[in-house]
């Protein structure tokens, strides 16, 4: 072999030659904008800074909020300026869209039903993304097409019995268990990632823990056996509280600006005051049967519940 030969970069087989791979970007869905473009090539274990919205993506209804490492936002979020170590294959990083918060009307009219095509109790809902996801009691959580019911894919929780209120950070499940009184937080593939007691010291098998709703920042929860709604941080702090509406708080869901609260007692929907705990509106949902888990998408808010083969969207 010729001398010089080892330190031709453009041999394959020299001893010499380093592999480097590309970061890329992807819109994913984007309306209007351009990709950052990240032209460096990257050898395994190199030190790679995520790049700004530098083309300035958009996506109509949507608020870009960084970058994901899949398409469905499924695995680990990448916020521009963070830094991570390449591996040795090239590197996609999805924008991460969030639907972008309108305050709910709270008219009550119905907009459209779907049938409820899932094999289990209806305990809790949240959007993700441009899907509804139902959280089942016997511990599956389902991805639900919008437009006609269909299940789409389902998450199994470690959970076989116990699951009531469902909600979503952006990035990961937060569900409430009535077994034992706790909140967990749960990733796309059911494991369990963190949990805190909730204020709830019964000792039965149904401790009656309901509704969740993510504000943003932080955790809303409805607790039937208290007749409290509950404001945590991620790890169980409480940082506000204060009484129900009724004697049987089921479902929250956050609009953006008020928490929106069912009660199974006297079958109403509730706008409430965040800061004070204050009934702001309300309106009946006795047409409605057993819709008592809510999530709001950006203009309508969705009621499914576990006595009801339909779930609702109403304006």
Avoid at 107 to 132: F, H, R
Avoid at 153 to 164: D, K, N, R
């Amino acid at each position: 072999m010729p001398w010089g030969e080892l330190d031709n970069p453009s041999d394959p087989e020299s001893e010499s030659y380093a592999h480097t791979y590309g970061v890329n970007y992807d819109g994913n869905g984007n309306t209007g904008g351009s990709v950052p473009i990240d032209s460096s090539n990257y050898e395994e274990g190199a030190r790679v800074i995520v790049l700004e919205n530098t083309g300035s993506l958009v996506k109509t209804g949507y608020t870009f909020v960084g970058w994901n490492m899949e398409a469905d936002s499924s695995a680990l979020d990448r916020l521009p300026g963070d830094t991570f170590l390449m591996v040795a294959a090239d590197v996609t990083l999805y924008a991460k869209w969030m639907p972008q918060q309108g305050t709910y009307l709270g008219n009550g009219n119905l907009i459209k039903q779907i049938p409820d095509l899932m094999s289990d109790n209806d305990t809790g809902a949240t959007y993700v993304g441009s899907s509804l996801w139902i959280a089942g009691h016997y511990g599956t959580l389902y991805e639900i097409q919008p437009s006609n019911g269909t299940v789409l894919s389902t998450i199994t929780t470690p959970f076989v019995h116990g699951l009531m209120g469902l909600a979503h950070d952006g990035s990961n499940f937060w569900i409430a268990n009535h077994h034992d009184g706790k909140i967990y937080e749960v990733d796309f593939s059911g494991a369990i990632l963190s949990s805190f007691s909730t204020p709830n010291t019964d000792t039965g098998t149904e401790r009656r823990v309901h509704g969740l709703a993510w504000d943003g920042n932080y955790i809303w929860h409805a607790d039937s056996t208290l007749d409290m709604i509950f404001q945590f941080d991620r790890t169980g702090n409480i940082l506000s509280q204060f009484p129900s509406p009724s004697t049987l708080p089921y479902g929250l869901a956050w609009d953006g600006t008020y928490l929106w609260h069912s009660d199974g007692g006297t079958k109403n929907i509730y706008k409430i005051d965040p800061a004070s705990g204050a009934v702001l509106h309300s309106f009946p949902i006795s047409a409605y049967p057993g819709s008592f888990s809510m999530a709001f998408e950006g203009t309508y808010l969705w009621l499914s519940g576990n006595t009801s083969n339909m779930i609702y969207q109403i304006d």
